[in-house]
């Protein structure tokens, strides 16, 4: 039984490059949660996606970023043009979605922007 | 806006100690508290949760205390061992059905020695 899986566990990009961030969810849960933690700070809320669907993008930046989770395949957080403030660790969870379900959350996937 | 205060920012405990961790929170919107643990180079897991309905809630070693009046809850670890050296991090969010937007605290570094 599989937990939340990430890849790559470590990504290194330059600035200008664009950094994909892959996340499978634990079987049978269709809800994916990302968040940020910058080196000494807790975890930051950036999206809430379901299949297909963006529920909540309201911790993401502006520009940049963007979230997506197909019917098919894991949740992708892609960040374009990278750059040094974008380096930190990012973990996704998942849920089942249910009321009172608990968030798993996933290794983490630690970028490193040069 | 940190909407979710804890403090220490790190705490070192001997073996067999209490460590005590303390949050206080802004949003009277949140009525879900969970606090996680996180050990070096995994993602956080739930270690234990509280609704405001209850003033505490204790499983094996660890005790969530709550006080809703003042907004205020604490994570108390009894007979603290080296194995529960990680950080611990607060957090809040609305318990609106299954989506659940989770405020995290800046995380305690605890160590506990031997």
């Known amino acids: 039984n599989a937990g939340v899986m990430q890849n790559p566990r470590h990504l290194v990009r330059r600035r200008g490059q664009e950094a994909r961030l892959r996340c499978s969810p634990m079987?049978?849960?269709?809800?994916v949660y990302w968040y940020r933690q910058l080196p000494e700070e807790g975890l930051k809320f950036m999206v809430y996606?379901?299949?297909?669907?963006?529920?909540?993008e309201s911790g993401m930046p502006k520009e940049r970023f963007s979230a997506e989770f197909p019917k098919e395949g894991p949740s992708i957080l892609r960040i374009q043009q990278v750059v040094r403030g974008d380096s930190a660790a990012y973990f996704c969870?998942?849920?089942?979605?249910?009321?009172?379900?608990?968030?798993?959350f996933g290794p983490g996937t630690r970028l490193t922007v040069t | 806006q940190q909407q979710v205060k804890q403090s220490p920012q790190s705490l070192i405990v001997q073996k067999g100690g209490i460590s005590i961790i303390n949050c206080a929170y802004e949003?009277?919107?949140?009525?879900?508290f969970p606090w996680y643990q996180q050990f070096p180079g995994k993602g956080p897991a739930l270690l234990i949760a509280?609704?405001?309905?209850?003033s505490e809630k204790k499983e094996g070693r660890f005790t969530i205390s709550f006080n809703k009046s003042a907004k205020q809850f604490s994570l108390h670890i009894m007979d603290s061992q080296p194995g529960d050296s990680a950080t611990y991090f607060c957090?809040?969010?609305?318990?609106?059905?299954?989506?659940?937007?989770?405020?995290f605290g800046i995380g305690t570094k605890l160590q506990v020695i031997p």
């Open positions: 969870a998942s849920s089942a979605g249910l009321a009172g379900d608990e968030q798993y």
């Open positions: 079987k049978g849960h269709s809800h």
């Open positions: 996606l379901q299949k297909e669907n963006i529920i909540d």
């Open positions: 949003n009277t919107a949140f009525d879900y």
């Open positions: 509280i609704r405001p309905d209850v």
């Open positions: 957090a809040a969010s609305p318990y609106s059905g299954g989506y659940q937007k989770v405020t």
